[in-house]
């Protein structure tokens, strides 16, 4: 690798410092756009393309329409009930609207940086590191999509004496996923569901890559955390959580298993990115509901941890 960390640059859609939930001590979390799933329940779905896209907040929305006088493309609409209506095929995310609304009602979500940034925003904190044993996580969308940025992330933090942590699906082709893996001190891996079939359903891709990822890490003795979004009805079944307990045992019965329960803190997003949310109307698991999936993965000798 070259020494030009100016010269390489990713595309981001936030940096969120004091982060105590995406690995070991206070961290910076790096979040990368680009996501080769497309989960049903996806807390980000600003992170999906690699491409900044257009938050529309209509709440804030005063309808001066300055917005449609000043669109390039004419992608901004008024509709017949006086609102404001954004075609998305239309809108090149120019952010001519987002300079003219003096109400804060659009934002653009993504932008494109260079590793030097990121590190200059990431030793920001180093005390914090330093005093609680944390660092800098890359999480996303998935950051194997963004490999040369995501190495050069890892490296450049190493050099500066941070922890470094991988948050990731593990659906990248073996060679590309281990180039970048082999620079995170850390590695937090999510199993969405342990059937292949069931697993493309609701992340629209099967699960052999992503297990067969996991088995070769595991192998390689990297610190692995296996992290299980629970979604009521989903992949909280009898049989998916045996399943799951089997297939972790069998790894290493030393790995911990995070649950981190469904919550629908980020399904706003959808309505301000123009999309419909599947999942609208998912009822949150009861604390003894999830407490009870953790003792069945517990009886396989797991430490099982509520995240």
Wanted: charged fraction near 25%.
């Amino acid at each position: 690798m070259g020494n030009d960390f100016s010269a390489i640059k990713g595309y981001i859609f936030d940096i969120q410092r004091y982060s105590i939930n995406d690995g070991p001590g206070i961290r910076t979390t790096v979040f990368l756009k680009e996501c080769p799933l497309r989960c049903l329940w996806c807390d980000n779905p600003e992170s999906q393309e690699i491409r900044p896209e257009l938050f529309y907040f209509k709440s804030l929305c005063v309808k001066c329409l300055r917005c449609i006088k000043v669109c390039p493309v004419g992608a901004n609409k008024i509709t017949n009930d006086s609102n404001i209506e954004i075609d998305r095929e239309l809108c090149k995310v120019c952010g001519a609207c987002v300079e003219a609304c003096l109400d804060e009602a659009r934002a653009i979500s993504g932008r494109l940086i260079s590793v030097e940034e990121v590190i200059e925003i990431v030793k920001k904190d180093a005390l914090f590191y330093r005093n609680s044993g944390g660092g800098i996580t890359l999480s996303g969308g998935e950051p194997c999509c963004q490999p040369l940025f995501a190495i050069n992330l890892l490296e450049q933090s190493h050099q500066c004496g941070f922890h470094t942590t991988l948050d990731t699906t593990g659906y990248a082709p073996w060679e590309v996923f281990e180039s970048i893996v082999r620079h995170a001190d850390l590695v937090l891996y999510d199993i969405k569901h342990v059937d292949p079939q069931r697993h493309k359903e609701l992340t629209g891709v099967d699960n052999k890559l992503i297990l067969d990822n996991l088995k070769r890490i595991i192998l390689q003795k990297i610190q692995v955390i296996v992290r299980v979004p629970l979604i009521p009805g989903l992949n909280d079944s009898d049989d998916n959580i045996r399943r799951l307990g089997e297939f972790v045992v069998d790894l290493d019965s030393r790995i911990e298993v995070d649950l981190l329960p469904y919550h629908p803190l980020g399904t706003s997003k959808y309505s301000r990115l123009g999309r419909e949310y599947m999942l609208s109307g998912t009822v949150q698991f009861r604390e003894e509901e999830v407490e009870k999936i953790q003792q069945r993965l517990k009886s396989y000798g797991l430490n099982v941890v509520i995240a």
